[in-house]
């Protein structure tokens, strides 16, 4: 059973830092696209950032130059860096991940929320 586990979520003032893990465990074959989603009160779900297995990526606009997104495939691990966190920022932030074992799935953590306080 292919499980994703999220850390690294808390309270920072604006302008803080945080950084956000993410480890899958289980029986996997292969990892093929790794990303984190946000999902703020009142407001839609949201694509926060995406790395392809080629380490391609992918920023919503509202992140690009703030949040880095990396990952380590010798641990499974995708990692979102979040720099001059602003109150907007502030969410749950889901990780997820299209893991192969003996097909190719979607799997969601179970979300770690972020809040930047003004």
């Known amino acids: 059973q292919v499980q994703l586990v999220e850390s690294g979520g808390g309270l920072v003032q604006a302008g803080g830092s945080l950084r956000l893990s993410c480890a899958a465990s289980?029986?996997?074959?292969?990892?093929?696209?790794m990303g984190w989603y946000r999902q703020a009160p009142g407001k839609q779900f949201e694509l926060v950032a995406t790395?392809?297995?080629?380490?391609?990526?992918n920023y919503a606009d509202s992140v690009k130059g703030r949040f880095t997104i990396a990952r380590d495939n010798a641990k499974n691990t995708v990692y979102l860096q979040m720099n001059s966190l602003k109150p907007e920022d502030t969410a749950v932030y889901y990780c997820n991940a299209a893991i192969t074992t003996w097909r190719e799935k979607e799997y969601w953590g179970q979300g770690t929320q972020v809040t930047v306080s003004s």
């Open positions: 790395i392809t297995s080629g380490r391609s990526t």
């Open positions: 289980g029986t996997i074959f292969s990892i093929n696209s």
